[in-house]
T-cell receptor, first 116, second 116 residues
Framework: ETGVTQTPRHLVMGMTNKKSLKCEQH?????MYWYKQSAKKPLELMFV???????ENNSVPSRFSPECPNSSHLFLHLHTLQPEDSALYLC???????????????FGEGSWLTVV | KNQVEQSPQSLIILEGKNCTLQ??????????LRWYKQDTGRGPVSLTI?????NTKSNGRYTATLDADTKQSSLHITASQLSDSASYIC???????????????FGAGTQVVVTP
């Protein structure tokens, strides 16, 4: 238990569906992240939020839409995805965004997404 | 080209034996280096984090070393157990001039399988 909870753990959706991934952290952290992990590839940063404000969007297609209603919750809304979007989506949090100082990032268990 | 290269890509070891995983990086300027363990189907969990001034750090049977001059790190697993079967990910923190918080560059991971 890392203090970061993701739901659902598994999701299968059609290319025309709309679904959402949810993340909640119980650590009192101020920064939250969405990462994508494809097989045998390094983790890819998608979005970064600090104190509920989006501070980074790494050229992610608009079919992925993040939402951060408060510092404990993070959503990833999914719409008209493609089969190549099938991957493990990881939510993470850290005390703040100063990663160069050595802040530990805590990851959730991930949401396995399959697009059919 | 990925700026964090890990080797080997995978390895199989007998329970009770030791093994060493390698990480070479080219990112600059370097802030810190982290090792994460990721069990199959789970999120990564932090093992160690080292700044450029540290050359070794231990966490139980895991010992990480860092040579900031040659930009190399290793993770040594002592007396391996079946529960050590996982992917081990090397992560380097970079502090760039365009953002003040730093970014993480991930390796693709080394898949370790411990057999009885």
């Amino acid at each position: 238990e890392t203090g970061v909870t993701q739901t659902p753990r598994h999701l299968v959706m059609g290319m025309t569906n709309k679904k959402s991934l949810k993340c909640e952290q119980h650590l009192g952290h101020n920064a939250m992240y969405w990462y994508k992990q494809s097989a045998k590839k390094p983790l890819e940063l998608m979005f970064v939020y600090s104190l509920e404000e989006r501070v980074e969007n790494n050229s992610v297609p608009s079919r992925f839409s993040p939402e951060c209603p408060n510092s404990s919750h993070l959503f990833l809304h999914l719409h008209t995805l493609q089969p190549e979007d099938s991957a493990l989506y990881l939510c993470a949090s850290s005390q703040d965004m100063t990663l160069y100082s050595g802040n530990t990032i805590y990851f959730g268990e991930g949401s396995w997404l399959t697009v059919v | 080209k990925n700026q964090v290269e890990q080797s080997p890509q995978s390895l199989i070891i007998l329970e009770g034996k030791n093994c060493t995983l390698q990480c070479n990086y080219t990112v600059s300027p370097f802030s810190n280096l982290r090792w994460y363990k990721q069990d199959t189907g789970r999120g990564p969990v932090s093992l160690t984090i080292m700044t450029f001034s540290e050359n070794t750090k231990s966490n139980g049977r895991y010992t990480a070393t860092l040579d900031a001059d040659t930009k190399q790190s290793s993770l040594h697993i002592t007396a391996s157990q079946l529960s050590d079967s996982a992917s081990y990910i090397c992560v380097v923190s970079v502090r760039s001039t365009t953002d003040s918080w730093g970014k993480l560059q991930f390796g693709a991971g080394t898949q370790v399988v411990v057999t009885p």
